[in-house]
């Protein structure tokens, strides 16, 4: 189930896959000085990551932001990367960001010193410098638009990828549906009674936008049509459940 090798990444790095994260979510967790807010639609990341937040003026976040102790971060953010199909454990990582608070044309203007990224494989601690420099996915802002069409209007081909999974990983699944994809490849989720494992299926070449995320899926079917025919355990749940 590992990835393959290749002459590029097949997967993205750390630092671009938190750049990843804030630049999908639509909300975030700000804590400072003991004050928590939740804010929907109010943030935006700068290219050299810098967040940027809309907040009232006189509301208390700008009060609490500039009240943190000298040399001690002035905030906390925290991001949710939540998979749009729906399955369970639908949290794929979190990213958490310290740093102090400036103002910007009226908005709250942070700069990380310290960021998270937290997976099921565990945390790790980025660089702020590797943060900074690292851009986003460029399919992160259509993923989810992506994934869920794949999901709903395409469970036929989702089955047929599953050809390129080794027989050995689909032992008592149930359900395979599509987790995430970036411009490295597509992620599988293979659903059991009791637990869940997750399966990667690298592109051959990384896809900079839609158009060549489309041929790269075309090949990856192409390549599941040309697999070995082989008894495949999802199916052969499905047939005993049918009966």
């Known amino acids: 189930m590992g990835d393959?090798?290749?002459?590029?990444?097949?997967?993205p790095g750390?630092?671009?896959r938190a750049r990843s994260v804030l630049a999908a979510a639509w909300s975030c967790t700000v804590t400072a000085e003991g004050t928590r807010e939740e804010l929907v639609g109010a943030h935006t990341v700068t290219d050299d990551g810098r967040i940027l937040l809309d907040v009232p003026e006189?509301?208390?976040l700008h009060a609490a932001a500039f009240c943190a102790p000298r040399g001690e971060p002035s905030a906390v953010?925290?991001?949710a990367d939540v998979a749009p199909v729906p399955v369970r454990e639908r949290v794929r990582a979190r990213v958490w960001l310290a740093g102090w608070f400036s103002t910007e044309d009226g908005r709250l203007a942070l700069r990380p010193t310290r960021v998270v990224l937290r997976r099921p494989s565990g945390a790790l601690l980025l660089g702020p410098d590797d943060f900074a420099a690292a851009a986003p996915d460029p399919l992160a802002g259509a993923e989810a638009r992506l994934l869920t069409h794949l999901a709903d209007?395409?469970?036929d081909a989702v089955d047929r990828l599953t050809r390129l999974v080794d027989p050995a990983s689909l032992q008592g699944a149930v359900r395979?549906?599509?987790l995430a994809v970036d411009r490295h490849g597509?992620?599988?989720r293979i659903e059991r009674a009791r637990t869940d494992g997750d399966v990667r299926l690298p592109f051959h070449a990384p896809a900079d936008d839609v158009a060549q995320l489309t041929e790269r899926m075309h090949v990856l079917l192409s390549q599941a049509?040309?697999?070995?025919?082989?008894p495949r355990p999802l199916q052969r749940q499905r047939a005993d459940g049918d009966g």
């Open 4 to 11: 393959h090798t290749h002459g590029w990444a097949a997967a």
């Open 14 to 16: 750390a630092a671009e």
């Open 58 to 60: 006189d509301g208390a």
């Open 77 to 79: 953010l925290e991001f």
């Open 153 to 155: 209007c395409h469970a």
């Open 176 to 178: 395979v549906r599509p």
């Open 186 to 188: 597509l992620t599988l």
């Open 225 to 230: 049509a040309s697999a070995a025919t082989c």
